[in-house]
C-alpha cells in the first residue's frame, strides 16, 4: 500500500543551530498532515499540523513546509535545544473509515540528536 | 488538560496466554485506534474503532486480535493467544472528530512475551 517515509533515520545537531527533518508521502489523495515527538518509552505527541490547502504553518519555534508538487514535507526547529532530542515522525492522515474519520499513517522516524 | 491513559504500562506474558490490554480515550472523543511499535520500528496502525464497531483494520490485525469498548469509557485490544513477535509497545489513540483532527496518543503498554 501506500505509504510515508523518511528520508534519514538520524540527524544530528549543535544546541543552538536550526534543524531540518524530511519527509516524503506517496498517497497523493492526503490532505492532512501531523508532526509527532516521541520520546523515549512515551507515547507520539502532537507538534503541529497542515491541511494540504496550506503550504507553510508556524508554530512556538516550529514551521512546517509542505509541497504537493513533490510530495514532501518538512519540518524546521529553530534554535535547537537538548530538550527536543527524540524521535519524529511524520504522518498522513488517509482514506475515509466509516464516519468520515482519518487514520494517521506513520513513517519510520528520524531521531534527532541535540549536542549541548 | 485531557489525555489517553493506558494500563499497564508494561505486560509481561507468557507465548501463547491471551492479554488484554486497556485504554481510557478522552471522553469526548468520538474514534479510536491501536497502533503498535516494535522496537525500533515505526508505528504501525491496526485498528480504528467507531460507532461501536470495527471501521477499518489492517493486515497485522487478523483473528487473534479484537478490540472491544465494554463500556463508555473503555477501549480494549485482545490478543488470543501471543506469540513472541507480538512483543512491542501498544499505543491507544483517539480523535474527537473526524475530518483533519489531531489523533491524540496514550503513553503506549509495552509488551513483553516470553
Known amino acids: 500500500g501506500e505509504s510515508v517515509g523518511l528520508h534519514l533515520p538520524t540527524l544530528s545537531v549543535q544546541e543552538g543551530d536550526n534543524s531540518i527533518i524530511n519527509c516524503a508521502y506517496s498517497n497523493s489523495a492526503s490532505d492532512y498532515f501531523i508532526w509527532y515527538k516521541q520520546e523515549s518509552g512515551k507515547g507520539p505527541q502532537f507538534i503541529i499540523d497542515?491541511?494540504?490547502?496550506?503550504d507553510k504553518r508556524q508554530g512556538q519555534r516550529v514551521t512546517v513546509l509542505l509541497n504537493k508538487t513533490v510530495k514532501h514535507l518538512s519540518l524546521q526547529i529553530a534554535a535547537t535545544q537538548p530538550g527536543d532530542s527524540a524521535v519524529y515522525f511524520c504522518?498522513?492522515?488517509?482514506?475515509?473509515?466509516?464516519?468520515?474519520?482519518?487514520?494517521?499513517?506513520f513513517g519510520r522516524g528520524t531521531s534527532l540528536i541535540v549536542h549541548p | 488538560e485531557p489525555e489517553v491513559t493506558q494500563t499497564p504500562s508494561h505486560q509481561v506474558t507468557q507465548m501463547g496466554q491471551e492479554v488484554i490490554l486497556r485504554c481510557v480515550p478522552i471522553s469526548n472523543h468520538l474514534y479510536f485506534y491501536w497502533y503498535r511499535q516494535i522496537l525500533g520500528q515505526k508505528v504501525e496502525f491496526l485498528v480504528s474503532f467507531y460507532n461501536n464497531e470495527i471501521s477499518e483494520k489492517s493486515e497485522i490485525f487478523d483473528d487473534q486480535f479484537s478490540v472491544e469498548r465494554p463500556d463508555g469509557s473503555n477501549f480494549t485490544l485482545k490478543i488470543r493467544s501471543t506469540k513472541l513477535e507480538d512483543s512491542a509497545m501498544y499505543f491507544c489513540a483517539s480523535i474527537e472528530r473526524g475530518l483533519n483532527t489531531e489523533a491524540f496518543f496514550g503513553q503506549g503498554t509495552r509488551l513483553t512475551v516470553v
Open positions: 497542515i491541511r494540504s490547502n496550506m
Open positions: 504522518a498522513d492522515f488517509w482514506g475515509y473509515a466509516s464516519g468520515g474519520s482519518y487514520i494517521p499513517t
